[in-house]
């Protein structure tokens, strides 16, 4: 799972939900296989240079005159808190480089603004529900560390039916 954050050009400023849409259906259509990087080389080369560490898991996708940026849901905690900060500078970065606005699809609202703890506190969100699900991610792992470490007993989880 993905915390995904779309950089959407000015025409789709009215209903960026039904742009990201429209957007996935023309993708899978294979309808933008010949479009050109959103991202001047210089200024993806720059921004992974400045904000991205090898191992953190998150991505820049610029392809098919689309810019996504994807952070893993794997983190809780401090970690969930830095992450969200990295992305919040990597989404501003690009935004003053392309000069289109940033949509948060799992807050259904625009990203430019907003605190990096509206992203920490998704990521905790999908943590419990990974781990209330048994859904085994490093997110899952870490929080269960955390609870053996402080001494608190394992949670007892019921299936639904």
């Not at 899978?28 to 479009?35: E, I, K, P, Q, R």
């Not at 098919?64 to 809780?76: A, E, M």
């Not at 899952?140 to 470490?149: C, M």
Request: aromatic fraction near 8%; hydrophobic fraction near 40%; charge should be positive.
């Amino acid at each position: 799972m993905y915390y995904d954050v779309h950089l959407l050009p000015p025409d789709a400023a009215d209903d960026p939900r039904s742009a990201i849409v429209r957007r996935a259906a023309e993708d899978l259509a294979a309808l933008h296989t010949g479009d050109p990087s959103v991202l001047d080389p210089t200024t993806v080369a720059r921004v992974r240079e400045t904000w991205l560490r090898p191992g953190e898991g998150l991505r820049i996708e610029d392809g098919h005159g689309w810019v996504t940026v994807r952070l893993p849901c794997w983190y809780v905690g401090k970690k969930a808190r830095d992450q969200a900060k990295v992305l919040h500078a990597v989404v501003k970065d690009l935004e003053r480089a392309t000069g289109w606005r940033a949509f948060d699809p799992q807050l259904d609202d625009w990203f430019t603004g907003r605190s990096h703890k509206d992203t920490a506190a998704v990521l905790e969100a999908v943590a419990d529900y990974q781990a209330r699900e048994r859904m085994d991610t490093p997110a899952v792992d870490a929080r269960r560390a955390a609870r053996e470490s402080a001494g608190r007993p394992r949670p007892i989880f019921r299936r639904r039916s």
